[in-house]
């Protein structure tokens, strides 16, 4: 059915409300990657077989919804009963009889698969009480969880294409790029660009083909915000791409997506080909003068790819090496004509915008960074998952208040910020409220939104030496600062971390970490210093304890730690059968020796052990 | 015309001309390795930064790659800042360890005090500096036989499949261009051989001088339209075949005049 | 403005000046390179200067793949570009004339560039063989 | 190695026959056979008018791209940064001495290949371990060699 008129989209939105509604009690299962990885599939098709059997009045198989990531997946798989909003955790294949018998029937709680709330160990049914959503405010993520991301009718039963009927019948394109601009939108990508400026200078330049691309290459270690919004919404990207398309007079888009996000793929070409059937993408949408269709570019597997000219290279199907940005993409981009270049959740915050207003938006947040941003929690913390919070809210707010603070009893000791490009944070930042500006100004960065947490049990040193050794293996290699600096400030850190390096070593690490900020070509090269820089702002002692007194005081980096056992051993030979050396011996019930000699230090009995019998020292 | 300011100096250049080609016209010598009239400019090597700045731009400044920076009016250039040499320098001491054998990169890097590299020495590294101007040469050539091949610091220059390139035609273009002169090539009984590959040289059919491979020939012959005759013989006896040609018609205008 | 660049082997003696006053001009070093041009004998007493003809569809700029030959619509010669150059040889050997040349001492391909406009071997040639003149 | 040149081409002719399908086409090759073989390669470079050399250069700059062929059971361990710091070297150290195999190699018996791939984007799961496109989170190392090869 094509929709050639916002009347035909309005009496289409009311049909798809009565369905989207017609199910008064539902079951939602959550299907995004991580419930997916902890069997939601499994767990969603025994709810429709169960479903089907037992006959439940006001349920039935087309009850049982499945929907895209919800964001809490450190509980999942996820299961919500509508409309009470009871909220499951950690469900099993085995649980769904009882919850179909138990809650679906018989309408009672299932203690055991509620959530306890961390601080007053109460459990918590209802899932907009639990204080992991309770502190959230959805913009971008504002579907994610509640529809079905491959059903079109889903999305325009929640209101959606309604920003794009506005804009395109009630706003001219300059309206239209006044009011992106109004609301202060910067780029959710990392560098926090103004979006309504960028739209402006490309709609500025002479030219009769221009392009639209979002940035779906989600390459930071730690963000997966994208992957989320991209397999979980899909139609609210395509909604902000078209918005831009008609601002800047664009006909033509591309979603670049990373290789590694196979379903997201899937599901925005679903999304795509539903939107050209019902006339949203493809010859004159919704009836008006409006053409405008979308591609979508498979990644090679490429962090340098999230730069936008080695993106918009790959595009075109060649090597993704970036190129010196004096003449700017979106003056000059894909195939040299004028590019408009945006994150995915950029795009899916903008039909927010254009339905609700700039003032609206403009009102979240802080003066310079509005609106709300979207962080990936992960690492050692508890409530692993996704949040989506005004700016400003402290790093501590969002740590401990929301993602429920570090496990196991352990101590905060750093958060990372902004992937390969950004820093660490030390406790003593904690409060820092979080935006674009006070970020890079302590040393990090926003980037695509990652925090991953690190416990006392980190060694700030071997940190920046992983992250240095993802950007020497990701470096596309085009300029000697990256491509020789990087390896070199690497193999440095290396020497750090086996306790052989100097004070001297030290002193040249920082003069070739400024040259390689200052000498390279883009954006990775500029900004991969900046993880050594940050640990070593933060925590210079630890590389000095490195140095000077050969220690590792976070027990981490092989060469300068011993392990041995102590008497809480029980003789449990979990040990035993880990140790990739066999360097631990003994019997079951006895305690087991461990011999230093062996031992390559890897840590896998550390890891294994249950009664806290590997002492570290 | 656009006026521009290097090191204090106010000199006039074309618009979109890349400041690099205008600091040299001021025979101020900035350094570049991987920069060639015949290429593309690509700013891999990172020598040629300069430092840029306007007037309205508040003190503002940056550093940019002079190789790929178009000439614009009021723009304000100075090339050798303590910080930009301090960055060559570096760039240099990386070279070194990179390129242990480059005797190129071994007396730019004296000339900034460096003796030995302060980093460790690469074990498998050569002395390609990775400038690309081989690839980009080839390509500019029509044949892109040759490619930069993985990436980052595994990178390298070799052709499909790390074999003989079967796109090659021995031409040496890339050899010659190469800064470093790291691409191994010789010429020995008629025969050239590069990148693995041998190729027939073509022999003066009077002298058996050799001057290109016939593969070079033939693709000469058939891109640019040039008889195929006119690679038989060589320059030398060619020069000599047309003193005879014009020689014979003096002498033969000195009969009819006599 | 157009230019003519005559030979007369007529009038040549094969006294070398020619060949002499090009090396000079174009190599100030020690050692000079090759000269562009030379007096060939072609019999007793008989000589050709041979240089450049500057032809119109000249074999060496349509070989050049790097555009690095270029007429000079002033001076009518068709220049080499150094800074373009790579050294391939494809106008050394496609040139009927053998006149794009190796330089064997500094191992580099040479051609005459009429001087600039002033070609010395024209005004240093004793007979005027060589005559480099205004034709319109 | 024998290769189906027919299926090759067919894949090749879905996609315009223009330089910019290069990648496109490289991953659906790549898809089908798990690996590109060195006659796609070149079929490629007919097809679409670019150099072999170039289509060699994609080839080898994309992580996604493996130019030998692949074991049956593709093992992709995470090393993004939370898998990282929830001890994705435990796994790989598990996985590479119980293969006998080291990231980036195939097992002699053409069964598993192992790989280590820079962020999946479940970190919330980490550390996560790919077993043929299935997903696992919070693998323990002790676990981790089970689980990649049971059946």
């Known amino acids: 059915m094509r929709i050639d008129s916002i009347e035909k989209l309005e009496k289409w939105r009311k049909e798809c409300r009565r369905t989207f509604e017609a199910r008064k009690r539902k079951v939602i299962v959550c299907l995004g990657e991580g419930c997916l990885a902890n069997g939601s599939e499994e767990v969603f098709n025994e709810f429709k077989k169960q479903v089907a059997e037992k006959k439940i009045a006001d349920v039935t198989v087309e009850s049982v919804a499945k929907t895209g990531c919800h964001g809490f997946c450190a509980l999942g798989p996820l299961v919500i009963i509508e409309p009470d909003g009871t909220f499951y955790t950690k469900v099993g294949k085995s649980d769904v009889a009882k919850i179909v018998d138990k809650t679906l029937v018989g309408h009672e709680l299932i203690d055991k698969l509620l959530y306890t709330d961390a601080k007053t160990g109460e459990k918590v049914a209802d899932y907009a009480k639990i204080p992991f959503y309770a502190r959230q405010q959805r913009i971008s993520l504002r579907h994610c969880g509640t529809i079905d991301p491959h059903k079109i009718t889903d999305y325009i039963a929640m209101g959606g294409y309604a920003a794009l009927g506005k804009a395109l019948t009630a706003m001219t394109p300059q309206q239209v790029i006044d009011e992106v601009t109004k609301s202060g939108l910067r780029g959710r990508g990392g560098a926090g660009f103004a979006t309504g400026k960028k739209w402006a200078t490309c709609a500025k330049v002479q030219s009769d083909i221009r392009y639209v691309i979002c940035n779906g290459d989600e390459g930071d270690p730690g963000a997966f915000s994208d992957r989320t919004t991209m397999g979980s919404d899909p139609h609210s990207v395509l909604e902000g791409m078209i918005i831009c398309a008609y601002a800047v007079g664009s006909h033509q888009g591309y979603i670049y997506v990373r290789e590694e996000y196979p379903l997201a793929v899937v599901t925005l070409q679903k999304a795509i080909d539903a939107a050209r059937e019902h006339g949203l993408l493809g010859e004159k949408i919704l009836g008006t003068d409006l053409s405008f269709d979308i591609k979508i570019s498979r990644g090679g597997g490429a962090f340098v790819c999230g730069e936008s000219s080695a993106l918009m290279r790959s595009v075109a199907g060649a090597v993704g090496e970036p190129r010196a940005k004096y003449i700017r993409s979106v003056i000059k981009g894909l195939h040299d004509r004028p590019t408009v270049l945006n994150n995915v959740e950029t795009y899916a915050t903008v039909p927010a915008i254009i339905e609700r207003g700039a003032d609206w938006f403009a009102g979240i947040g802080t003066k310079k960074s509005t609106g709300t941003k979207v962080f990936s929690l992960a690492g050692k913390i508890k409530n692993t998952g996704l949040v989506e919070v005004p700016m400003g809210i402290t790093l501590r707010e969002i740590i401990f208040d929301i993602g429920g603070g570090v496990p196991d009893g352990r101590k905060f000791k750093a958060v990372q910020t902004g992937g390969p490009s950004g820093g660490c944070l030390p406790e003593s930042k904690i409060d820092l409220p979080v935006d674009f500006d006070t970020l890079t100004e302590a040393g990090s960065m926003m980037g695509s939104g990652g925090m991953v947490i690190m416990d006392d049990r980190t060694c700030m040193v071997e940190v920046a030496r992983y992250f240095l050794s993802f950007l020497v293996s990701e470096s596309c290699g085009k300029c000697v600062p990256c491509r020789e600096g990087l390896y070199q400030l690497r193999e440095l850190c290396a020497k750090v971390c086996d306790g052989e390096a100097t004070e001297d070593d030290l002193a040249l690490m920082e003069r070739l970490a400024k040259t390689i900020q200052v000498g390279s070509l883009c954006g990775l090269g500029q900004s991969g210093p900046n993880p050594f820089l940050s640990t070593l702002l933060y925590f210079r002692d630890e590389y000095l304890a490195h140095i000077r007194d050969k220690k590792c005081p976070g027990g981490v980096c092989r060469k300068l730690i011993t392990y041995s056992i102590t008497d809480a051993c029980t003789g449990c030979m979990a040990c035993i059968s880990v140790c990739p050396v066999h360097a631990i011996t003994g019997e079951k019930k006895k305690r087991h020796v461990l011999d230093t000699n062996l031992c390559d230090r890897c840590g896998s009995c550390y890891a294994v052990c249950k009664f806290e019998a590997i002492e570290i020292s | 015309m656009v006026q521009m300011t290097i090191n204090g100096k106010v000199v006039k250049a074309t618009e979109g001309e890349m400041l690099l080609a205008v600091i040299r016209r001021q025979g101020i010598d900035v350094p570049a390795l991987c920069d060639h009239a015949a290429v593309e400019p690509c700013g891999s090597c990172r020598m040629c930064l300069v430092e840029i700045t306007r007037e309205d731009w508040n003190g503002w400044k940056k550093y940019v790659t002079s190789c790929l920076y178009p000439s614009e009016d009021g723009l304000i250039v100075t090339t050798h800042t303590p910080e930009l040499q301090e960055i060559r320098r570096n760039i240099l001491d990386l070279y070194m360890a990179r390129c242990p054998g480059s005797e190129l990169i071994q007396k730019m890097g004296e000339e900034y005090g460096l003796t030995r590299t302060s980093f460790k020495t690469i074990p498998e590294g050569d002395n390609c500096i990775m400038c690309y101007a081989c690839t980009r040469i080839c390509e500019v050539l029509g044949r892109s036989a040759i490619s930069a091949v993985r990436r980052g610091h595994a990178k390298v220059i070799s052709g499909p499949f790390g074999d003989p390139p079967p796109d090659c035609i021995g031409c040496l273009s890339c050899a010659h261009i190469c800064p470093t002169d790291v691409i191994e090539w010789h010429d020995q009984d008629g025969v050239r051989g590069i990148w693995g590959r041998t190729f027939d040289l073509i022999a003066c059919q009077q002298c058996g001088k050799t001057i290109i491979t016939r593969d070079f020939a033939e693709y000469l012959k058939e891109k640019r339209q040039i008889p195929a005759d006119y690679f038989d013989i060589c320059d030398d006896c060619k020069r000599v075949e047309l003193a005879r040609k014009m020689g014979g018609l003096v002498d033969q205008a000195k009969e009819v005049a006599s | 403005m157009m230019f003519r660049y005559t030979v007369n082997p007529a009038l040549c003696t094969g006294c070398r000046t020619c060949e002499l006053a090009c090396a000079f001009t174009h190599t100030q070093e020690q050692k000079p390179g090759r000269s562009r041009i030379y007096p060939i004998a072609y019999g007793p007493d008989r000589f050709v200067p041979v240089t450049c003809l500057q032809c119109d569809d000249a074999a060496c700029v349509k070989s050049c793949l790097f555009d690095a030959l270029k007429r000079n619509e002033t001076t009518g010669a068709i220049e080499l570009d150094k800074d373009r150059c790579v050294n391939c040889r494809a106008c050394v050997a496609a040139c009927p004339f053998g006149c794009a040349l190796i330089d064997d001492v500094h191992d580099e391909v040479v051609k005459c560039d009429l001087c600039g406009g002033s070609p010395a071997c024209a005004r240093f040639c004793p007979t005027k063989a060589l005559v480099y003149k205004r034709i319109a | ?151």
């Not at chain 4, 990648?23 to 089908?32: F, G, K, S």
């Not at chain 4, 060195?38 to 994609?58: D, N």
Request: proline content about 5%; overall charge neutral; glycine content about 6%.
């Open chain 4, 1 to 151: 190695m024998a290769c189906d040149m027919a299926k090759i081409q067919e894949i090749i002719d879905r996609s315009p026959q223009t330089p910019g399908s290069l990648i496109a086409v490289l991953q659906d090759i790549q898809r089908e056979f798990h690996y590109l073989p060195c006659e796609a390669l070149q079929a490629t470079a007919a097809s679409l008018h670019v150099p072999l050399s170039k289509v060699f250069s994609v080839s080898t700059f994309y992580n996604a791209f493996s130019l030998n062929p692949r074991g049956e059971r593709i093992i992709r361990i995470c090393q993004g940064t939370a898998c990282h710091i929830k001890g994705a070297d435990l796994i790989q150290q598990q996985l590479t001495s119980g293969l006998g195999i080291k990231p980036g190699e195939t097992s002699p018996d053409m069964k598993y290949t192992l790989e280590v791939v820079n962020c999946l984007g479940v970190c919330a799961m980490a550390p996560v371990v790919v077993v043929n496109d299935k997903i696992h989170g919070g693998v323990r190392c002790d676990k981790a060699f089970k689980l990649v090869t049971k059946d």
